[in-house]
Each structure stands twice: as C-alpha cells, then as structure tokens.
C-alpha cells in the first residue's frame, strides 16, 4: 500500500505538467492554429517565474510566492505566444516557422539572460522549495484517498485539475468553445455566421500560451531545485499527450495519467520491491513509457481526427 | 540569361527574402551585443560574421564539419516536408544512425585486401538504420493511421535511450565517458581536404576534422534534388504530401508513398550520424547523456532556412554552421554563445514574413497579372500537420485569370 500511495503521488508530478500543456496546445488545436511551440513557451515560464521566486523568496515563501509565481508564468507565457500568434494568424505563415522559433529562442534566450542577470554569471537558477503541502487539514486524513490526492502533494496539482474542469466545461457547454471549435474545424463556415475567425483564433493560441507557461512552472517545482533552461521535452510530449488524447479534455486526462504512471515507474523503479528485482538495466525501464505509447496508439489511432482547420492560415478571400 | 529573367526567378525572391530575414536577425544580435555590453559590440558582430574564418583555414574546416550533419538532417526534414510529412524524428534516426556506424567502426575485423570498404559499410549500415528507424512511423502513418509527429517523438526517446545502453554494453570508453574511437580503416578519408584545411603552428599541422563526409552530403543533396524534381517516383511522393486522396484516385500508391517517403528522410537523417562520428581522433563521440541528438532538432531551421529546397538546404546549413562557429569564438569576449541561438531563432521567425515580402519583390520585378500566392497545403481533409510541413515549400507560382 506504501508503495502505490507513493507512486500515486509521484504520478502527478509526471502528469499534471503534461496535462496542463496538452489542454493549453488543445486550445490552439481546436481554434485552427497548430502550435509546436509549446516546449519553447514552458521553458519562457518556468524561466520567469523561477527567476521570480529566486528574486522574492528572501521577502515571502509558501503558498502566497507560489500563487504569484503562477501569475508570472502565465502571464509570460501568454506574451511569448502572442508573437507565435502574430506569425501564424496575421501574417497566415505557414505554422511550424514560428513555432521552431520559439522553441529555438527560449532556451537560448533563459541560458543567456540568466548567464546576464545573476550575479554569479550561471545558467542554473535556484530556488528553495518551500512549497510542497505535507497534509492537506482534514481531507489529508481520509485513509486510502488521502494519501493518493491531499498528501505530499503542491498546489498546483489542483490548479491543473481545476484548468480540466473548465477546458470541459468550456469547450462544450459555452459559445465561446463552440465558436472555438468552429474556427478549427472549418473556419468559412464560422466566419459566415458572424464569427471573428482572427479574435477566436488568437484566444485560442493566447490560452494556449498561458497554460504551456504555467505547466512549465508545473513542471519544474517538483522535481527540482533549479532551473536550467530545460523542461526536458515535455512540451513535446504534451503535443503527443494531445494528440494520443484525441483533442479531447477527459481523453488527454487519460492519456497524461497514462503517460505519467508509465514515466513514474520508468523513474522509480528501483524503490519498487518487485521490479528492483528484476534484471533490467535503467535505459531499458526510460524506454517504456515510449515504447508504451507506441504501441497503445498503434491500437486506438485508425478513426483519429485531427480538428480540420488546425494547421491552415486562415484566409478570408480563400475558397 | 538577361537581367530581366534572373529577376523574375523564382529562386531570386526566395534568396532576397531569406537573405533579408538573415540581415534583420543579425540586426536583432547587434542589439543584444550592445544591451549586454556595448563597448565590444561591433567587434562581436565582426566575429559573429568572420565564423570560421577567425581561426584560417583550420576554423573554416570545423565549420564545414559541423555543417555535415546538418545538412543531412536538414535534407531529411525537408524531403519529408515535400512530401508532405513532418519528420520531427530525424534526432532518433540521426543518434542511431551514428551508433550503428560507431559499432561498426570498431567492432567489424575485415581481412586486409577488403579493409578499404570498412567506411563504406559502416556509412550504408547507418542510413540503412536510419531508414528502418523511420519505417516504424512510416508504417505507422500509412497502416494505422497513427500521426507521424507523436509516433516519430516517442522514436526520438527510444532511439537516444536505446543508444545510450547499446553504447555502454558495447563501445564504451568508461575513462572518457564517450564512445570508443572507431578503427582506422573506418575514419572517412579526406580526400585532399586535409591539404586545404589546417593551421601550421611550428612545425606541427594542426588538421580540420572535416573529410569526404563533407563530399557526401553534397552529392546526396545533388540526389535528392534530382529524385524530387526530375524522376517519376519524386513527382508520386509529392503528389502524396499535396493530396493523398487525390494521388490515390489519380492511380499512386499513397501507403507506398508515405512509406517510402519516411524511409528515405531516415535514411538521410541516419547517414548524416555516420558522416559525423567517423571521423579521427579530434571529431565527435557518442556523450552517454539525457539528451535527444540535437543535430535532428538542427535540421528544423536549416530546412526552414533553405525552403526546403536541396540546394538551400546546403547554403541554410553552411550558414548556421559558419555563424555557430563565430559563436565559440565570441566567448573571447566574454559573450554568452547562445546568443547565436536566438540569432538564428529571430532568423527563423522573419521568415515567416518571407510571404509578404516576396510578394513586395515580385511587385517590384514581375508583370503584374503574376502574382505569388501562399501555399496553404492540401485542401479538402488535410492530416495534421501537412497543410503545416506543405507550407515549408516554395510559394507557388499562379496565373490571374
């Protein structure tokens, strides 16, 4: 029981990041604009928003740092796909330039202005961890349930259930995430019921923006304590997250827990009984996850559809 | 050919507008110099542009070395983008192109009289790995219907993973922490370029690791354009990544296509490992690291850069390398490398303004019924992505009625 408590707990440092991203790049997705810039965008903020925590943790800590944190890793992220926006709506470029761009840009834009700023001239960034909630008052005592969701846990695991909640509840229950899916999915026809393809598209890629910079933020305060200008491929593995989850909130929620648990287990393995015991070397038990994935989609792809529109510049005079 | 019709070319626009993409990038570099210490600004332009050449002869030749394996991957990401797929894989193959040319570099005994082919098979075993590693999310694609994109980024992991264990069980140098160095007969030779590129300090001659790895990935360049633009098959594959249903109904065999399409970009991105790990005891070994190959992700840009094009594709390479070199040596000046990263990236970023500034120079030089228009992929029911990797080519050319 110990030993699944933990790796449930283990799991959502895996997951939640992947989940976040994935939903935000479901947000672009749905509205017509395919962004492969999603690991640029996490490293821009997880990048601000570290450097935030490292510039205030002297003056405040726990969760209030935290929460700004967030704020700052949203807002970044948001500003950084304004200029994927830009490129891929405005000027109806083809998607995948500005989106290799950014990917391009981040790390080296985080290495440099963290090798400028800091006063010891290195690209690590650290921060002390002083957000991790040991037992959640009352709901951490719940035997079982307890342990799997209010123990050992940060506050953004529940941010990034709360993003889930209302990309559900959004994309299908309001006008907007009608209007949204329109635009991906065949944009004349929206544009002549009233629809502004441009404005929905841009809240598309923008939201998509703010969630990648938060799932970055996501990422790195539980598994580290230091920023090194990487997010370790995680924004590409959100965009495999949502394509495995079909564009679809529950469905990429399967596919994040899926993902993660696999991820979990290829990491810590060593400190499970059964496994430790097995012959396997460490390379072979990184492979799984991947190799996992592989094969659970070469089983579930054959009716896979992609949103229409999603990857097209939208141009109003076109057929 | 008269000015007029150099002018009217379609390869002058693309040219005027990547170059014009490359000026405002390093517009957008001297800036930063300047924010981040202005009084050696102009001076780290300078050696941003001298790239190789700070260092003669011998510089020129590691910038030539390291533009091998990008021209190839860059080659690989852009036949797939002609064909209509984004191989966002070509690190996979890349690194495991590389380890089966390493293992065979030092693990294959020949007896003397075959030991000048040594070379030859290590390099057709690693685009032959290469070009199985893409045939998964190839087959994948055509059969399952599996996209490309996710299938080909879970081959990246598995492929680095994969390498890192076969290196250590196999070809380690647990002093170095690399791969072992390969056997003699399995260096690429130089084929005169070690008379062109070195510096002589003294006595001593201190040689480029470059070779006719270099050689190689011209001519499989000079092939690709070849298979694209002049042969059948090429005319098939593109027809597939414009429309696949279209090419099905018109009699091709799109699963073939894609197929096929797949294999080749795996091969190029596997034969590029090869030509850049044989190479002699100054070159690259195999870091037993973390970390996806980024010689593939590399490719993305120089494809961008070079429009896809074979031919671009060298010049795009040759310039990422050149100015990747003026990189290393701007930490003289107490710069940080990286900033021909963002460089590049603001490179990659204007040109995506490439369009509107094309149709700007087609204006100015074109009659005026001529007119560019953009490229927006298959119509109809495009996959994922290939309206995206279509729009990696050239504008095209479209009669006003």
């Not at chain 1, 951490?140 to 506050?155: K, M, R, S, T, W």
């Amino acid at each position: 029981m110990e030993t699944i408590i933990f790796l449930v707990q283990q799991t959502w440092f895996f997951s939640i990041p992947l989940l976040i991203v994935a939903l935000g790049g479901m947000y672009s997705d749905r509205s017509g604009v395919t962004n492969i810039a999603l690991d640029g965008i996490m490293i821009i903020g997880a990048f601000s928003s570290i450097f935030f925590i490292n510039q205030m943790q002297d003056i405040m800590s726990g969760q209030p740092l935290l929460l700004l944190a967030v704020l700052v890793s949203v807002l970044s992220g948001m500003i950084t796909s304004l200029f994927h926006a830009y490129a891929s709506i405005n000027l109806k470029s083809n998607q995948v330039i500005s989106g290799t761009a950014l990917n391009m840009f981040a790390p080296a834009f985080a290495i440099f202005t963290a090798r400028m700023v800091q006063d010891n001239h290195v690209q690590q960034i650290l921060f002390r961890n002083t957000f991790r909630i040991e037992s959640v008052p009352v709901l951490g005592d719940i035997p079982i349930i307890g342990g799997f969701f209010f123990q050992n846990n940060y506050i953004t695991t529940y941010i990034g259930f709360a993003v889930l909640a209302v990309a559900a509840i959004v994309l299908y229950k309001t006008k907007f995430g009608l209007r949204l899916r329109a635009c991906g999915e065949h944009p004349h026809a929206a544009d002549s019921v009233g629809i502004n393809v441009y404005r929905m598209r841009y809240a598309g890629v923008l939201i998509s923006g703010a969630l990648a910079g938060l799932g970055g933020l996501v990422f790195v305060i539980p598994t580290s304590t230091n920023f090194n200008a990487t997010v370790a491929g995680y924004g590409f593995l959100a965009l495999a997250v949502l394509i495995f989850g079909q564009w679809k909130p529950i469905r990429i929620l399967f596919a994040a827990l899926f993902f993660g648990l696999m991820k979990t287990i290829a990491s810590t393995y060593s400190g499970i009984p059964l496994l430790a015991s097995l012959p396997v070397p460490s390379d072979i038990y990184k492979m799984v996850p991947y190799i996992a994935t592989l094969i659970v989609l070469a089983f579930t792809s054959k009716t896979s559809q992609s949103p229409k529109a999603s990857g097209i510049p939208y141009d109003k005079g076109g057929r | 050919m008269n000015k007029r019709n150099l002018f009217r070319s379609q390869g002058f626009t693309n040219a005027v507008s990547s170059i014009s993409a490359i000026c405002v990038g390093l517009l957008f570099g001297l800036v930063i110099l300047f924010v981040s210490n202005s009084s050696q600004a102009l001076q780290g332009l300078g050696i941003i542009l001298k790239g190789g050449f700070s260092a003669r002869a011998r510089g020129v030749g590691q910038s030539l070395y390291y533009a091998t394996p990008i021209i190839m991957t860059g080659l690989s990401i852009g036949f797939a983008s002609k064909t209509g797929l984004f191989n966002i894989g070509a690190s996979g193959q890349f690194i495991v192109g590389a380890f089966v040319a390493i293992f065979i570099g030092v693990k294959l005994q020949l007896p003397e009289s075959l030991a000048w082919s040594h070379w030859i098979i290590a390099l057709l075993c690693s685009m032959i790995a290469g070009g199985l590693w893409a045939l998964i999310p190839g087959l994948f694609k055509a059969y399952l219907n599996v996209n490309e994109v996710i299938s080909s980024i879970m081959m990246n992991y598995i492929g680095m993973y994969g390498v890192n264990y076969f290196v250590k069980l196999y070809v380690y140098d647990s002093l170095k922490a690399l791969s072992q160095n390969v056997a003699e007969t399995a260096v690429i030779p130089k084929w005169g370029l070690d008379h062109i590129f070195f510096n002589m300090t003294g006595n001593y001659k201190d040689t480029a690791t470059i070779n006719a790895g270099f050689y190689i990935a011209i001519a499989a360049a000079i092939v690709i354009y070849i298979v694209l633009n002049k042969t059948v098959f090429g005319y098939e594959l593109k027809a597939c990544g414009y429309n696949r249903f279209a090419s099905k109904f018109a009699g091709i065999n799109e699963k073939r296509s894609i197929v096929l399409s797949m294999v080749i970009a795996g091969m190029l991105s596997g034969l590029g490992g090869g030509l850049l790990y044989l190479c002699g005891a100054n070159g690259r070994r195999i870091k037993v690291v973390d970390v996806i190959a980024p010689e593939g992700f590399n490719g993305i840009p120089v494809a961008l850069l070079g429009l896809s094009n074979p031919i671009g594709i060298i010049f795009a390479a040759l310039f990422v390398a050149h100015i990747t070199m003026g990189g290393e040596y701007l930490q003289q000046l107490n710069y940080v490398p990286e900033i021909i990263d963002i460089i590049i990236a603001i490179i990659i970023y204007f040109s995506a303004f490439s369009l509107l500034l094309r149709n700007v120079i087609s204006k100015l030089f074109r009659d005026r019924h001529v007119e560019l228009v953009s490229d927006t992929g298959p119509a109809g029911k495009p996959g994922r992505f290939a309206g995206a990797s279509a729009g990696l080519n050239d504008g095209v050319e479209k009669e006003d009625k």
